[in-house]
């Protein structure tokens, strides 16, 4: 009975998660014009207008994955090491270093984005995609090095002791050792700064420049205004790479698993 | 580990260094885009709202007058929200991230005000002549078009035509009525409320106290944007709202029945283009501002958005007719001083919030 009902709970609070998502994506395929929900049919017809524009196409492919993926590889080329730091070594400052990354998260989003747009201009610089990467780090790292300092607490420090014993160097036995069993935390950490970042509108809001509004600014701009269910068929299409995304690296490198 | 797991770990590794290669060398790439401001010299930078306004637009300023050849300019967009522009362009004031933007009369006053857009030149932009002064603010700012904002109703529902504002607050409608949101269109809203209850700018008491009647009285649904509108009012769930003409005119050719009408002090939005003081390109800036407000052009967005034109020289075809002003509201709209409206922005943010929402 208590497993029955824990089963119903979570349905229900999943099923009020997804089905939003769902909407989108049938609204996506119907031959509504206006989003009607449920459609009377079927037409692929918005995904056909969303290919023909050119400034759409391009604040997916060519702004926002590239931004998204940029962000994932640096957050994790800098968020794990300095995970590795606050949890493996003592030393002055850490504690100021670990409020440094955290800090991010006290801040809202917005103000960051103003802040960081002003910080620009000051410095004669225009808003553009190397600025939004950097600020996207800025949001993500927080998520990153505490996922890894969260695998690593499960890391057993003595197996990189053994290695070490058995003639690895302490960067070879991190490798060969600890590594592998934190891949988990890391993968996890580079899918949700992507994610973070793909899906980020408060800081793109002002430091996407000419030339490269994302697709979330793309999508908020064009619902204040004329919506299409282009709108929606593009939505469709970002839930479908990030759960593709979910997917593949699940089946290859066993997301969950540590 | 078996042989097998060392394998696979040797074709993941190899893999997600493939997938860190392809996914930096894009964005390394655009690292070329890192250019001093100063750098760009044909292009004009052209800050609007996007969906289909932006593909209207395009079509009808760029490439049906080609425009980008005849001045041999690339016009670059930065799609953005209306608010986010408005932001932008005051804090870039000194070295301006567009060369010209979309702005309503309220968000001209605040960059004027700020002292970052600059005068109009009445030699590039000649078409000025054409446009009567009720659509000018200042020297700074022209509307392009007029978006009409009446009672739009549901004529099953509402069977008495409405009158006035006050009917936003009649019982029979309570729970369907529809108000745009402070940051949407509510924020006007409020004025021009406020102007037919006897307030003025400094004085928005009447305003706050019939809004909060309509909003916490009256059970008022809160309405985010026009795409949100037209789907409240064709689902029926709101059978009342403050709306815009080609809105209504859209929604009534789906089959959907609605009416507007437009009361005393109604309110109606002026959109148009601003020029950055200190922009790069402000000659060429307002030569395609001109080229906005030439009739041509203006009938093509008359005919595809159903909004107002401002240039007199328009010839309204007579089917369009439903989207201008009849003849029975000509000085009805609300007459509200956006430069004086600015100057209490933040007490009436605070007291919409606080008196009229409840929160």
């Known amino acids: 009975m208590t497993a029955a009902l824990y089963r119903a709970v979570l349905t229900a609070i999943y099923g009020a998660l ?66 590795i730091a ?18 991010p998260l006290l801040v809202p989003q917005i103000l960051l984005g103003v802040s960081l747009l002003l910080l620009l201009i000051m410095l004669n610089l225009r808003p553009g995609m190397p600025w939004l990467v950097l ?22 420090p003595a197996l990189e002791e053994a290695a070490m014993n058995l003639g ?46 994302t697709i979330p600014v793309y ?28 997917l593949v690296l699940g089946k290859t490198v066993g997301l969950g698993r540590s | 580990m078996t042989g097998t797991q060392r394998s696979l770990s040797l074709t993941r590794r190899e893999a997600l260094q493939a997938g860190a290669v392809a996914a930096l060398v894009p964005a390394l790439l655009q690292l070329g885009a890192i250019t001093p401001a100063e750098a760009a010299e044909t292009q004009l930078v052209f800050g609007t709202v996007g969906g289909g306004w932006l593909d209207g637009i395009k079509k009808i300023f760029l490439e049906q007058t080609g425009f980008e050849k005849q001045h041999d300019a690339k016009v670059v967009w930065d799609v953005q929200a209306d608010t986010s522009l408005i932001t932008k362009a005051l804090s870039s004031c000194a070295r301006p991230v567009y060369d010209l933007l979309q702005a309503g009369v309220t ?106 009647a309509i909003v916490r009285g009256n059970d008022a649904v809160m309405v985010q944007h026009s795409n949100m509108g037209d789907q409240l009012l064709q689902r029926e769930e709101i059978w009342i709202m403050p709306f815009w003409t080609g809105r209504m005119i859209n929604l009534k050719a789906s089959g959907v029945p609605v009416d507007i009408y437009y009361q005393k002090d109604f309110l109606f939005a002026d959109v148009g283009y601003v ?24 009938l093509e967005i008359l005919k595809r958005f159903k909004y107002q034109p401002t240039n007199r020289k328009v010839v309204v075809p007579e089917d369009l007719k439903a989207a201008v002003l009849p003849e029975y509201a000509k000085n009805r709209a609300a007459k509200i001083d956006w430069k004086k409206v600015n100057e209490y ?15």
Request: net charge positive.
């Open chain 2, 107 to 212: 968000g001209a006053a605040k960059l004027s005000a700020a002292k970052c857009i600059a005068a109009y030149d009445r030699s590039i932009i000649t078409n000025l002549a054409d446009v009567d002064d009720t659509y000018k603010s200042g020297d700074y700012f022209v509307a392009v078009i007029r978006l009409l904002n009446g009672l739009v109703y549901n004529t099953k529902h509402v069977k008495d035509k409405p009158t006035s504002w006050d009917d936003l607050a009649n019982p029979k409608y309570k729970g369907k009525v529809g108000i745009p949101v402070y940051s949407w269109v509510g924020s006007q809203l409020l004025h021009a409320i406020n102007k037919a209850h006897g307030g003025t700018e400094a004085n928005v008491d009447p305003g706050i106290k019939a809004s909060a």
């Open chain 2, 275 to 298: 020029v950055p003081s200190h922009g790069r390109n402000l000659q060429l800036a307002q030569k395609l501002i001109n080229a906005t407000l030439a009739p041509e052009p203006q």
């Open chain 1, 168 to 213: 690895c160097t302490r960067p070879g036995a991190f490798l060969r050792a600890t590594l592998p069993v934190i891949r988990s935390g890391v993968l996890n950490g580079a899918i949700l700064a992507f994610i973070i970042s793909f899906g980020d509108i408060n800081l793109a809001l002002f430091l996407s420049g000419p030339g490269v509004t």
């Open chain 1, 219 to 246: 999508t908020f701009s064009s619902l204040m205004f004329q919506a299409q269910p282009d709108i929606a068929a593009v939505s469709t299409i970002q839930i479908a790479i990030v759960a593709g995304l979910l």
């Open chain 2, 345 to 359: 922005a933040d007490r009436d943010l605070e007291r919409w919030n606080k008196e009229v929402l409840g929160s």
């Open chain 1, 86 to 103: 606050l949890s493996r070594f003592r030393f002055r400052g850490g504690g100021v270093l670990f409020a440094l990354v955290n800090m």
């Open chain 1, 135 to 156: 600020a996207h780090l800025t949001i993500t790292m927080p998520f990153v090095v505490n996922i890894a300092m969260a695998a690593l607490a499960k890391a057993d």
């Open chain 1, 18 to 83: 997804i089905a939003p998502l769902l909407v989108v994506v049938i609204v996506s395929f119907g031959n509504s014009p206006t989003f009607a929900f449920p459609p009377s049919g079927f037409t692929l017809e918005w995904f056909r207008l969303f290919l023909s524009k050119e400034e759409m196409v391009s604040a997916l492919v060519n702004v926002s994955l590239p931004i998204a993926a940029a962000t994932a590889v640096l957050a994790v080329a800098i968020g794990v090491p300095t995970g």
